[in-house]
């Protein structure tokens, strides 16, 4: 089975741009998850969605981001607009579904951002 | 609200010899823990979990005991190698809270 596909892998770009971040969860699992990860800050959780609706954005840093899930398929990050300081890795993962807080939640490979 | 503290790295240690990283938690309830890996370059990996306290989680010659009347989750191998190299989230989740609370993380290197 394919685990949680993150796309671009990499992303450089400059301040003042609109930065987007795709994530396919594993199918069948109806929770996804959007971390942040900084050497400053470690992880930090930015939103999470079950069955598609956003359930918790109280890790979003500010107005400049936004997440949505179109469909149980499909999750988007986006970053308008980006700033330096937003440089980090970005992981999305997925988990089983709600109310299912001892399963595991499987991770991304992550999107390395840089804002120059 | 829920935290995790892990002991400060980074930690390098002799191939062979005995890990352990500490991990303590604050919650309220019955919280389930975990034991992420994340290796250069990659995602969090799940290592191991424990769901109910006494319970030992273990993977790869890794093992945790959930300890409740410490409030600890500490990982430990017996004998490490240059593959376990990597950095060691702890981590929680609680009842009514499904977000996964993460420890500052450990790195570990192993030396030949």
């Known amino acids: 089975d394919a685990g949680v596909i993150q796309s671009p892998r990499h992303e450089v770009t400059e301040m003042g741009q609109e930065v987007t971040l795709r994530c396919k969860p594993i199918?069948?699992?109806?929770?996804l998850f959007w971390y942040r990860q900084t050497m400053m800050r470690g992880l930090e959780l930015l939103i999470y969605?079950?069955?598609?609706?956003?359930?918790?954005d109280s890790g979003m840093p500010e107005d400049r981001f936004s997440a949505k899930m179109p469909n149980a398929s499909f999750s988007t990050l986006k970053i308008q607009p980006s700033e330096p300081r937003d440089s980090a890795v970005y992981f999305c993962?997925?988990?089983?579904?709600?109310?299912?807080?001892?399963?595991?939640?499987?991770f991304g490979p992550g999107t390395r951002l840089t804002v120059l | 609200g829920d935290s995790v503290t892990q002991m400060e790295g980074p930690v390098t240690l002799s191939e062979e010899a005995f890990l352990t990283i500490n991990c303590t938690y604050t919650a309220t309830g019955y919280p389930s823990l975990f034991w992420y890996v994340q290796y250069p370059g990659e995602g969090l990996q799940l290592l191991l979990k424990?769901?109910?306290?006494?319970d030992k989680g273990s993977n790869k010659g890794f093992e945790a005991t959930y300890r409740k009347e410490t409030t600890s989750f500490h990982l430990e191998k017996g004998s490490v190698q240059v593959s376990d190299s990597a950095v060691y989230f702890c981590?929680?989740?609680?009842?009514?809270?499904?977000?996964?609370?993460f420890g500052t993380g450990t790195r570990l290197t192993i030396i030949p």
């Open positions: 981590a929680l989740t609680n009842f009514g809270n499904e977000k996964l609370t």
């Open positions: 993962a997925s988990r089983t579904g709600p109310g299912a807080s001892t399963d595991t939640q499987y």
């Open positions: 424990a769901t109910k306290a006494d």
């Open positions: 969605f079950n069955n598609n609706v956003p359930i918790d």
């Open positions: 199918s069948g699992h109806n929770s």
